[in-house]
């Protein structure tokens, strides 16, 4: 697990996912698909609440998990 950029692109876009540690790399799960960090300073942690979140230098969010809904479902 761990920050990968898109190999097919000249622009920064950095992305959270999970990979098999193959040649080439096979991505399984991204966490900011639709939301990459635009530039090197993305970090990923866990917040006191137990959410997963990935944000920038400025704390912008680009990707929050919903850990109290999903413990509402069950």
């Known amino acids: 697990m761990g920050f990968f950029s898109h190999v097919n692109t000249s ?3 950095r992305y959270v996912g999970i990979w098999y540690t193959m040649d080439p790399k096979t991505v399984v799960w ?6 990459p960090v635009l530039d090197s300073t993305g970090v990923f942690t866990v917040a006191e609440d137990g959410n997963f979140k990935v944000l920038n230098k400025d704390q912008n969010v680009y990707f929050e998990t919903n850990y ?3 413990c509402n479902l069950l």
């Open 11 to 13: 622009e920064v876009r």
């Open 30 to 35: 991204v966490a900011n698909r639709d939301n």
């Open 68 to 70: 109290t809904a999903m």
